[in-house]
């Protein structure tokens, strides 16, 4: 009896249907990151109890815009680009988990339902959103150049709702493009029992980042980010900001290969 | 410390966040179906090894489109209702496991992500589509009638490719609205390890159904399906059409509120 | 020598692929309306200069959503969907020309470039936007009813920014849906010389209105509005809501089969 | 009395409501190009009576993608870069009127409302698709590179029809990207009388092209190109591929600042 083949779902005889097909997955893109500090109170509320606040700088946030082109082994989607590009807006703290550093995605918006599965799988709270990045050009007057001045503007919104803005003008090259998205990520990843009130069937603490890391220069600059909430989506009053750090920018490649478990609080008997 | 709270992902203090609020859900809308048989091996080879084929009609299909409105309790979503409408399309096949019929979906394209989420919970194997199907209006003549003659369209497609057209000419009122979709359904929820090639750490057989219908008068008639393959995606492969059975036209409202653990093969240790 | 075919761009030889098919064209749908009263300075800035302010409730401004199927002669556009339904958010002031009261379409985004492409023939300033307003289902509680009581949500927004939000609560049957839009439409038809600075080359002020109206019963209620500008759009800015008149759900049907030329200034030497 | 302002539909007293805002209109981008003959038979039909085929190559078709970042003089679209960024997809054919060699767009999809108008006012039959193109990333392996080797794919389809497909292999630096693209273009203005059957009210033929052209290198290679038709859309059956001349990458930014009248068959008073 032929065993049915799929990474994710739908599983079929080929496994071609798959949402996501095997890992690994390779990315090419640029990063627009704005970091701001929030009261750590704010950190602390969006964090589950188990995970405690990082030792230093506790209230920053990475708000970070990431224009992709991805794709798997054997990079079919790069000649159906519609497969393989997306961009995704994303907000990152830190915490500290048995005395160890992490980074921690709390929201996450991309454009495409690939990328939505990939970001389950790895406990990215990943929704759908409209998100939109200034890009480079090498040629013309319609774009911003990597130098100083260069203005890059983001946006993102869901449902309708434009839910951040931001600019940020490149001053200098940097060593890097912010602090906080810097450590391996810290994620959760649960299923509720198909049985209501039962608890969760999955709930894992994972750990997991990317590898093979081809980075570009990063810029940094001076930033502005207006945050707003909807009757869906909540970024203003999650973590609203006080002070701007900085803003960056940087071209950068990646892979992602899996993880590792780190914590179980699972009862698939539900 | 405040506990985080959000049916589905993000969690956040208050739970606005969810891409999926609390069960119940509701939902009002049409369904368009497509009867037909295919050979059995090909639903035989659909299905996992532990269930069997339905004992009678094993090759028979559901292809559906369904055009909701939904909501949760308060209701909140029908005042924004980009968030409460969306369509999917969806194919349906029938299995027996320890003896019981059940009614199985093997592909389904929806438009939004809180269907995905809501879809990945129940076992529904989700991806994004772009799915249309004819309305009804009650004035001007742009639109079928609910009576015999009247013709609708429906149309799918993911990432740019067209998988399916159907048409669908009402003939009289029949007691149902097809056979294929009419059993609890049998799902299932899978998770892979973070870990590459470790395994599922959710893996589990779980049934459900809707409460509370609703149901309109069902109307039958004549149908035709086409069924394509793209790169991304298998409908005319994995279940060809051999003989259309017939179409059918029904107004629905329904409300979903979980459903059963059948079986368990979870590894949450890895 | 073959003659190309097409009523609008682009023309070919069997002329399939216009944008636009020949007139007439034919509308299902529903109608989500809120009157309100703007000081009637604001809509005398948004008339050209030859236009006059309406004799009666000059202030007054019609929003309406409309949730359309549409098709042409020999309706194959009913078996695309996606091909055949749209909607529109629109705003409707009066003027009077020459004597006579005219309804006039000041801004209006459609959901589709079919819909673009037969609102500029018409002199409607169409423009790309996403609209949504609550349907009506007969099964279910996901859905109002068209009774008293019933409440219905509509938006509107382009380019991510959201540009209005209304609500209409039915009350009781009444006579019409509203009297701002109840006029034939004084519309400006104009393309500006490919010549920079040069004027228009065409610069037609023109009269319309639909044909064979087949309604249903109009429904009455209260309305909330709420209005935005974006950096692209201007709601709030040109005619900002002073008073609510009311608001009004109605379901028709319609045909488009032309309109009259009533004046001209333009030059097509430039 | 306030004039209305706007350089295309709406007009409002402050003009910022405008679909498209004055000339000049900056882009940044680049241009993916596959050139091959077709039949000369089926580039005469597609050009009006009044227009002659090419003396050289007269079969010669262009089908571009070109991925733009677009301004106007303030630049403030590139903060807010969803009202920057589009694609289009579209086809050249070469003509001789009046003894002069022009190019001229026969069918064009674009992904943005501000982009179907600019083309409507400059002639060019634009419609609204989905294109896509394989984008160069300077990190990573999820990206071609401008080398000898380097893979592009691009796509584009229309009300969910896929309609093109091409993939451009790169192999050298060569002096152009192309030959059939490379005139003035001679594109025809029209608009219908508002009169059912009464002609047309604007009918122009003027010609336009780009300025301040500032061209990256050209690189060359090898082509495919699978064209379709749709019931909406002919490519296929309108200009079928007979031979692949080559296929071109190209980056580049040109200005566009207005064009000049060549003929003018109006009837603006109808």
Redesign the interface.
């Known amino acids: ?4 083949k799929g ?8 496994g ?2 798959a ?1 996501v097909p095997d ?1 690994p997955w ?5 990063l627009l990151t704005v970091e701001y500090l929030t009261d750590p109170a704010y950190v ?3 964090l ?2 188990e995970l405690e606040l990082a030792d230093e700088q506790p209230g920053a946030v990475a708000f970070i815009w990431a224009d ?4 798997s082994t054997d ?2 989607e ?8 997306y961009l995704e807006a994303f907000v990152v703290v830190r915490c500290k988990y048995e005395g160890v550093t992490y980074s921690r995605c ?3 918006w991309v454009t ?2 690939f990328a ?1 599965a990939r970001g ?4 990215y ?4 959103g ?1 998100a ?4 480079v ?8 150049k990597v130098a100083a001045g260069g ?5 993102l ?1 869901a ?4 839910l951040a ?1 931001a ?1 940020v003008t490149l001053k200098e090259p940097v060593d890097s493009n912010g602090f906080v998205n810097g450590h391996k990520m810290l994620h ?2 649960w ?6 009130g039962a608890g969760n ?4 603490l ?1 750990t ?1 980042g990317g590898v093979d890391a ?3 220069q990063a810029w940094g600059g001076d930033a502005e980010l207006e945050l707003f909430d909807s ?4 970024l203003a ?2 973590l609203p900001v006080e002070k701007i750090l900085g803003g960056y920018f940087r ?5 992602f ?5 780190v914590a ?1 609080n ?1 009862n ?3």
């Open positions: 009896m032929s065993k049915l990474f994710m779902a739908p599983k079929t005889p080929t071609k249907s949402i890992m390779f990315y090419s893109g640029t602390r509320a969006i589950p109890p992709w082109q991805s794709c990079k079919a790069l000649l159906d680009p519609i497969r393989s590009q709390v929201a996450i495409k339902d939505i389950w799988f790895q406990g709270p990943k929704k759908l409209s939109h990045v200034t890009r050009f090498n040629h013309g007057v319609a774009t911003p203005k890059f503007g983001a946006t919104s449902y309708d709702h434009r803005n600019i959760s990843r299923v509720p029992s198909i049985t209501p069937s999955l709930d894992q994972i997991m081809d980075l570009g009757q869906w989506d909540e009053s999650i071209e950068v490649g990646v892979t290969n899996g993880g590792t478990l179980d699972s698939p008997s539900i």
